[in-house]
């Protein structure tokens, strides 16, 4: 299994981004998947996770309202719709899935998740 995250960039404050991560051996169904982000100088945060189980979706208080996480499952993908971005969401941004259905109060800690890509920088400008 090797995640691949796509879609960063710069943008300025108020605009949308969408990123996306999949499976580069298109083998994998993990059935949590999450997007977790790192500031420079901040501790990993959790911003989403969505479970494959029963579509159930998590979001950070930071982030809800103005990200959405969705999955392609016929693709094995899942997707980070950013939209409204301050410039307190840049930071690298990176996809994590678990083989199995985590539980609340474990899917927004990252060391569960079996699974990490490479992240995706995403730069907003005030």
């Known amino acids: 299994v090797q995640l691949v995250e796509s879609g960063g960039g710069l943008v300025q404050a108020g605009g949308s981004l969408r990123l996306s991560c999949a499976d580069s051996?298109?083998?994998?169904?993990?059935?949590?998947m999450a997007w977790f982000r790192q500031a420079p100088g901040k501790e990993r945060e959790f911003v989403a996770a969505?479970?494959?189980?029963?579509?159930?979706?998590y979001y950070s208080d930071s982030v809800k309202g103005r990200f959405t996480i969705s999955r392609d499952n016929v693709e094995n993908s899942v997707y980070l719709q950013m939209n409204r971005l301050k410039p307190a969401d840049t930071a690298i941004y990176y996809c994590?899935?678990?083989?199995?259905?985590?539980?609340?109060?474990?899917?927004?800690?990252?060391?569960?998740?079996?699974?990490w890509g490479q992240g995706t920088q995403v730069t907003v400008s005030s």
């Open positions: 994590a899935a678990h083989n199995n259905r985590l539980i609340l109060s474990s899917l927004r800690v990252g060391n569960y998740y079996d699974y």
């Open positions: 969505l479970r494959r189980s029963d579509g159930n979706r």
């Open positions: 051996g298109r083998t994998f169904s993990g059935q949590t």
